[in-house]
């Protein structure tokens, strides 16, 4: 245990010491100094308590020291910090070694990105970026574990699994834009069109149809980008299934990434002989995701299932049924929610709803494509949007 103390210490040590000879002004502890902290540490918790708080005592003092003496140039409190938490690493060593080398490696890490954190800090990251990352972690550490976990109706209408479904649409949208931004211009187009997905495929099918009706777009790749927002339907499809209903998440991931690989494929074969000139530039009020967007999905979706739910109470299987084919027409993801919060995946009724669904929301897609965006458009998406939903669907009725 010491000589896993002394090696947690040293590796820290190694990071601090590299520090200082590359000029960056940490001229408190080096490598030596760490090692010997680590094992202060293991040795002080060995002997007890008293000493351990001794010990604790001695090496904050130091830190602090330190602190105090630090030169205009020097600024920070970083390397006494770590300092202090190499200490308790060390006498971590006598109860848990994996744990205090895990915490070194992860310490040793923090230490070693400060340049690149303060870079993306002060150079990539915006100011409205800033605040809805604020704001999304504020609903995930915060709200949701205040907010109660019982249906208001039956078993829809769960502010907890609003909020989660809120939270979770928030997500994606921001992991969207966190995408766009870090990869290259030329796959703007497939990136929006990802993106857009998540907050409404249909939506985004009706816009690039728009584009080639009025001449603003090829339809080859207006057509590709379409498909690749239905990736953001099956995917965020997964998201939400997952956070409802796990047996169902198990049985629908299979055919969801068949159905997914489809789309990308035949998506990104559209689009290879699209041409991206556009350079993609961050601006000063670039935001992460659409509260407002993001609240009239949950909203829908929280409809829809009430809707769905009161069908099926007023006319048994036949109300799930008929219900689930009107709100897949409009919002696919809200029939599939409510349908996996009915039971199990071995409930027959169930499983014919939900691919009911999936189909019926397939087919209108194909309708929206060939009204909006005319039979050219329809011909390149159609086809493939049918295919993979045959294909899904296939591969999960022989999956039960």
């Known amino acids: 245990m010491f000589a896993a103390a002394l090696g947690c210490g040293l590796l820290i040590g190694l990071e601090r010491e590299r520090s200082k000879k590359n000029g960056q002004h940490h001229r408190f502890a080096g490598v030596r100094t760490f090692g010997i902290c680590a094992l202060l540490g293991a040795i002080c918790f060995l002997l007890g308590t008293s000493i351990a708080i001794v010990g604790a005592l001695i090496v904050g003092g130091i830190g602090l020291y330190s602190l105090k003496n630090q030169t205009e140039d020097d600024p920070g409190a970083t390397t006494e910090l770590a300092f202090v938490m190499t200490y308790f690493i060390g006498a971590l060593c006598l109860w848990n070694i994996p744990l205090a080398a895990g915490l070194s490696v992860i310490l040793t890490g923090l230490l070693m990105t400060k340049h690149t954190m303060h870079g993306i ?33 039956g078993n829809v209408l769960n502010p907890y699994v ?8 928030l997500s994606v949208q921001a992991l969207a834009h966190i995408a766009k931004r870090l990869l290259s211009s030329s796959n703007a187009l497939i990136l929006s069109a990802i993106a857009s997905g998540f907050v409404s495929s249909t939506a985004t099918i009706a816009s ?6 009025a001449g603003r777009g090829d339809a080859r790749a207006n057509a590709g980008a379409a498909l690749m927002s239905c990736v953001a339907t099956l995917a965020q499809m997964l998201i939400i299934v997952a956070g409802v209903n796990l047996a169902w ?9 068949a159905g997914i690989g489809i789309l990308i494929l035949v998506g990104v074969c559209l689009l290879k002989k699209h041409k991206n000139t556009t350079t993609a530039k961050p601006e000063a009020d670039t935001r992460m995701f ?10 829908t979706l929280t409809a829809i299932q009430a809707m769905v739910y009161g069908l099926e109470q007023m006319l048994g299987d036949a109300g799930l049924i008929i219900g689930t084919l ?66 899904l669907v296939a591969i999960l009725y022989m999956m039960v």
């Open 162 to 169: 609003i909020l989660k479904l809120l939270i979770l649409i």
């Open 326 to 391: 009107l709100a897949s027409l409009f919002e696919v993801h809200a029939a599939i929610a409510t349908v996996v919060m009915q039971g199990p995946p071995s409930q027959q009724m169930l499983l014919y709803a939900l691919i009911l669904g999936l189909v019926a929301h397939a087919i209108s897609k194909c309708i929206n494509a060939a009204l909006i965006g005319g039979l050219r458009f329809a011909l390149y998406f159609a086809p493939t949007q049918i295919l993979h939903m045959l294909a």
């Open 208 to 213: 690039l149809g728009m584009e080639v009706r």
């Open 249 to 257: 998440f198990k049985l629908l991931i299979m055919p969801s990434l």
């Open 290 to 299: 659409s509260l407002k967007e993001a609240a009239i999905i949950v909203a």
């Open 121 to 153: 800090v002060s150079q990539w990251i915006t100011e409205a970026e800033l605040r809805d990352g604020l704001f999304l972690l504020a609903l995930v550490l915060i709200a949701l574990p205040l907010t109660p976990n019982t249906a208001l109706w």
